[in-house]
């Protein structure tokens, strides 16, 4: 058992993290009472969660109603804290994807900031990360951030619309394999600044779609559609993308969700120049017949935060006190402590072995 300042207690169990003993799970995979859901992606994909009532934003809820009609849903609006038991809770869009949240948790006078899926780079198609300070921050990090971007995010996301540009120009389709819907509204966003068409495979078009229903400034948007009405506000950017429909054979840029590709059949593939973002190229291994598929390129370009992204959280969130766990804890906590700030791992209790 861990305490944050003998008054929010944490606790990490076979794998599970919970708050308050049990009153509160954070992101976890075992039933329990109130399971908090950083992002609604691995649900979505799994069409399942661990806990009777699944805390989540509304967006999140929106995302996941139809795929999980059987769950319980606690559904939350941004920047409006509730009340559970003795403590209040407050979710917070974190940039990620869509309906990804921080959890921000106050008990008397002590509070906790939960970071799970988060994203710092701005962009018009996704809300905004928005920080809040608090005593402690929990960071459960997806990918060791000491091995993110070993080249510039920012030139790799160059890279790739300099790549689309010109085989578009030359009359070719491209096939982008994006390893989530969190990278691929930043794709999408960056074809559109260069005002390049886009399509989107059908797993990213409920999402897409999800997102137009949320915010009635871009219900103008139709996916699939060469036409849209400008929207007003910080949303326009959106309004300005050039969907085309993904059965189309003209030229445009394809965007394929990993999970959805992974569950194809081989003979349903579309036609293209394909490339593949994010670091993981492996991955194609998981299925046969994909192995053989050919990448014209490979961009490294993923949304997981990097130790700089860590840094700036930490600044943002002011905290006395950091703990991290998951892929990449220990690096990230010598970096944050060389640094001078209060930082170890947060790790479930070592068990005593018989031999």
């Known amino acids: 058992m861990v305490g944050a300042f003998d008054e929010i207690l944490l606790n990490h169990d076979d794998g599970d993290i919970t708050v308050e003993h049990g009153i509160l799970s954070l992101d976890a995979d075992i039933a329990g009472h109130i399971n908090f859901l950083s992002s609604a992606l691995p649900a979505f994909n799994t069409g399942k969660a661990g806990g009777k009532q699944l805390l989540v934003s509304h967006e999140a809820h929106r995302i996941l109603a ?16 509730i009340s559970l038991g003795h403590l209040q809770v407050e979710l917070l869009p974190s940039g990620h994807s869509p309906g990804s949240s921080f959890l921000r948790v106050e008990k008397k006078n002590d509070s906790l ?8 780079r701005p962009t018009t198609m996704l809300r905004r990360a928005a920080f809040r300070p608090a005593n402690t921050l929990l960071l459960k990090l997806h990918k060791d951030p000491s091995a993110l971007f070993a080249t510039s995010a920012r030139r790799e996301q160059e890279r790739l619309g300099e790549f689309c540009g010109k085989l578009l120009r030359a009359g070719e389709r491209v096939i982008v394999v994006a390893d989530s819907a969190g990278t691929a509204h930043h794709i999408v966003g960056l074809l559109t600044e260069l005002r390049l068409p886009v399509a989107l495979d059908k797993h990213l078009q409920i999402l897409m779609e999800t997102e137009s229903e949320l915010h009635p400034s871009v219900a103008a948007i139709q ?52 490339v593949w973002t994010g670091l993981d190229a492996h ?4 299925c046969a017949w994909l192995a053989h598929l050919t990448f014209a390129e490979h961009f490294a370009i993923q949304f997981a ?51």
């Not at 007003?232 to 590709?261: C, E, F, Y």
């Not at 002011?318 to 998951?326: A, E, I, N, S, T």
Request: one cysteine or more.
């Open 66 to 81: 139809g795929k999980m009609p059987k769950s319980a849903f606690l559904p939350c609006t941004y920047f409006r804290p």
């Open 113 to 120: 900031l939960y970071a799970s899926h988060w994203s710092n």
């Open 223 to 274: 996916v699939g559609s060469t036409t849209s009405q400008p929207p007003s506000g910080r949303w326009n950017q959106g309004a300005r993308t050039q969907w085309v429909d993904p059965q189309s054979t003209q030229p445009a840029v394809l965007i394929l969700s990993k999970d959805h590709l992974l569950a194809r059949r081989q003979r349903s593939l579309p036609q293209g120049i394909w």
């Open 283 to 286: 991955l194609i291994s998981q």
């Open 305 to 355: 935060p990097d130790l700089s992204e860590v840094e700036e959280l930490v600044r943002d969130t002011q905290p006395r006190h950091v703990l991290v766990c998951g892929e990449g804890a220990q690096t990230c906590v010598h970096h944050l402590t060389r640094r001078g700030i209060d930082a170890q791992v947060f790790a479930p209790p070592r068990l005593e072995t018989l031999f």
